[in-house]
């Protein structure tokens, strides 16, 4: 089953604890994203990659990392978690020609204490 | 900069009614997609209808379909005979084609279909 996979889906911890939320996808796309979703503000885009060793910040980059070094996995990173930080997080697939459609992963819920 | 609007956060539709759902984008690039996608409660991300910049016609996907209208940078969603699973928040989002580019959403409209 073509699927976008977010480990884990809810994190509860604590501010200044690295942590690292996985995703991979099975569809061989070259594009993965990393969005944030907070109540009233819409979905916005923290990096996005457009294939293995290349990402680009968006939006909404501070306070984040990612790495792209195999094409089927784009993780994201908050070495020092704040309570800003706190939000719904999705990770996206998609091919590289603009009018395809992204494939979202289910969310990971984290909370910074 | 690029940017995605939409204005109603909150919509209500009466049952087999059709709906409008209000988006409107600034760009420079002459090249450029629109996407709608829908978010149910249970919080997946669900891709409903695309329309690129250069279509001629309207895109249409069974009872989605998009009135784009290129002049006034206006990309609506129309839902036609509403069912109550189309309550959902929906969200408008843009990319520049075939760059491989940053995407950017609007904030959602909140649908609720009343029996």
């Known amino acids: 089953e073509a699927q976008v996979t977010q480990n884990p889906r809810y994190l509860i911890t604590v501010t200044g604890k690295k942590l690292t939320v996985t995703c991979s996808q099975n569809m061989n796309h070259e594009y993965m994203s990393w969005y944030r979703q907070d109540p009233g503000l819409g979905l916005r885009q923290i990096y996005y990659?457009?294939?293995?060793?290349?990402?680009d910040k968006g939006d909404v980059p501070e306070g984040y990392k990612v790495s792209r070094k195999e094409k089927r996995n784009f993780p994201l990173i908050l070495e020092s978690p704040s309570p800003n930080q706190t939000s719904l997080y999705f990770c996206?697939?998609?091919?590289?020609?603009?009018?395809?459609?992204?494939?979202f992963g289910d969310g990971t819920r984290l909370s910074i204490l | 900069a690029q940017k995605i609007t939409q204005t109603q956060p909150g919509m209500f539709v009466q049952e087999k009614e059709a709906v409008t759902l209000d988006c409107t984008y600034d760009?420079?690039?002459?090249?450029?997609?629109l996407f709608w996608y829908k978010q149910p409660s249970s919080g997946e991300m669900i891709f409903l209808i695309y329309q690129g910049s250069y279509d001629q016609q309207n895109a249409t996907e069974g009872r989605y379909s998009l009135n784009f209208q290129k002049a006034r940078k206006s990309a609506n969603l129309v839902i036609s005979a509403s069912q109550l699973g189309d309550s959902a928040m929906y969200f408008c989002a843009m990319s520049p084609p075939n760059t491989g580019n940053q995407f950017y959403f609007g904030t959602g409209t909140s649908l609720t279909v009343i029996p």
């Open positions: 760009t420079s690039d002459p090249s450029y997609g």
């Open positions: 990659s457009m294939n293995v060793e290349v990402t």
């Open positions: 996206a697939s998609s091919y590289i020609q603009g009018n395809q459609p992204q494939h």
